[in-house]
């Protein structure tokens, strides 16, 4: 569990997905440690190279995430990452290294607590949608199989996610799956203990199938 200052507290990436993969959320296979080259070893490539600090919240935005590496790339880009993240005021306390999830699609889900009413969920499109068009919908936990269809349903972008402009259509079940996983009656939330306040899974990477959560972030208070 790490700690800033002047930040939210959340528990490390890691940990965070072994929760999610121990609630039946599909997580990329990855090992944390100090020398990425000897965690390799029964991970298969391309790889997606990560920082673990403490204080570092939006990862990218400091040099702590290199996509699509191959098994002789990941050496140079460890150093490159300490360095840079370093320099943006950082710590780097391990490295995790994981498989790439397949795509094309992102979407962001995500729960807050919320006194009086309980977790609030949100899914929404990832990336440049959400950020930019807030094209988002609620829901407040526990959330039935039609209450999510009817979330996603609500995104103006779905179309995107069917196939539109060519791509190829989503897995919106394994979507529908994990959102139940998560928020579903006897999901990860209702087992979350109360100094868990906001869960973010920011992005999830949707292809013809499955939907695996390559990043998590659990603020605690
Ligand atoms: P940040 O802390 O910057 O949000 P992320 O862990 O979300 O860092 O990684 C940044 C981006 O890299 C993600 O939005 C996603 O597009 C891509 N990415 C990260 N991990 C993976 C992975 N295991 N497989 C495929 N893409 C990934
Ligand atoms: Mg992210």
């Known amino acids: 569990m790490g700690s800033q200052a002047d930040g939210p507290r959340m528990i490390d990436e890691a940990t965070a997905k072994s929760i999610l993969a121990a609630a039946g959320i599909d997580v990329p296979a990855g090992r944390t440690g100090d020398d990425p080259e ?4 029964d991970l298969t490539g391309p790889f997606v190279l990560k920082a673990v600090s403490p204080t570092l919240i939006h990862k990218s935005d400091a ?4 996509v ?5 790339e990941v050496r140079a880009a460890a150093k490159t990452m300490r360095e840079t993240v370093s320099a943006a005021g950082h710590e780097v306390s391990a490295f995790l290294l994981e498989e790439m999830a397949a795509g094309p ?3 962001v889900v995500g ?7 309980g977790w609030v969920v949100m899914v929404g499109l990832g990336g440049v949608f959400v ?3 807030q094209d988002v919908a609620f829901g407040v936990a526990p959330l039935v199989r039609p209450q999510i269809v009817e ?3 609500e995104l103006r972008g779905l179309p995107l996610l069917q196939g539109a402009r060519g791509s190829e ?3 919106l079940d394994a979507l529908v799956g994990l959102i139940e996983a998560l928020a579903g009656p006897g999901g990860l939330l209702d087992l979350m203990p109360p100094q868990v306040t906001e869960i973010d899974l920011n992005p999830i990477k949707l292809g013809a199938r499955g939907a695996v959560a390559v990043d998590a972030r659990f603020v605690v208070d």
């Open 111 to 117: 729960a807050v607590r919320n006194p009086g009413v």
């Open 38 to 41: 000897l965690l390799l070893a």
């Open 151 to 153: 979330m996603i349903d």
């Open 105 to 107: 699609h992102e979407v």
């Open 169 to 171: 259509p989503a897995d």
């Open 63 to 66: 040099g702590g995430v290199a």
């Open 131 to 133: 950020e930019v068009l």
């Open 68 to 72: 699509g590496l191959a098994a002789d």
